[in-house]
């Protein structure tokens, strides 16, 4: 080559036989290639220099930091839910951890009221579906069935974020008695209307909003339904009825006295359930007037079709 100096074959397989060269001193003894050198006087190369220790051939030494790999603290970090991900493997932890202890029988761990969808959603940051918010409640509820007396702290704080604030299983019905007037009070509702009836021992007497039983309503089958768990119970001749009604029309004031007039006799001898149960007394109607929508005549009734 022009300007270089010649190097035979023999030379170059001497320079790689030596033991123990390393790179840049093989780099030395090849004149026409020390212009490749790392050299620090470059100030434009891609990375830095490359350190191959010393001329004694001891690696060069490496501090643990710059060696060691950053490892995230979550085991999530790089998933699509880190704060969702975070908690199921939290709970599975913890459901893997304690799975031998004695649990309750099927059906009788502490009911416990848990947080919805979308009172979840409320506290989340990210965009949860229902079926991985399904897989939370599925480890909460086999948690809960931890017996009580050995429920583990770490496990009841777990718990915690994912209840309701307000339980509605722990509310406890106020019992209805009769007050020092020997009255009950019985509220009933159908449709729109609402009924509210007092019920006394007494002749049989009825009034609805100050007027006769016949006067408040004028057919017969209203009538029947406003006193039916009286004659159903055979205790017409024992008590009177002050109601009032408001709301709606004769029928479902009627339906919704039949269920304030049940009520109210419940107080007096609660014995009478089964007998107002079968006479249909005690259940509240829940059926209601479907709405109109528009493009229709009525709930579901169209227009009636013209050809031309």
Sequence with gaps: MKGREPISILSHASCLAQRPLLPRQCLQQLPHLRSISTSSQRLAIAAPEIQFGDNSGTPPKIGVLQRARIVPASPSYFTAKPDFTDSLLQLQALLRKYEALPVLPPGQAPRIAWKTYAQ?????????????YSRILKVLQRLNYIHPTLMPSEVASAMQPYKRSVNPHDTVRQPRVVDEFGRARGVGRRKTSAAIAWLVEGDGQVLVNGKSLS?????????????????????????????????????????????????????HEPELKPTLRRAGCVTRDARVVERKKHGKVKARKMPAWVKR
């Design 215 to 267: 006067q408040a309503f004028g057919r017969i089958h209203d009538r029947e339904s406003a006193i039916w768990p009286l004659k159903a119970t055979e205790r017409v001749e024992r008590y009177n009825v002050w109601a009032l009604v408001k709301g709606g029309g004769t029928t479902g004031q009627a339906e919704a006295l039949t269920l304030a007039v049940a009520n109210g006799l419940l107080v």
């Design 120 to 132: 979840y959603l409320l506290t989340s940051t990210e965009p949860v579906r229902v079926a991985r």
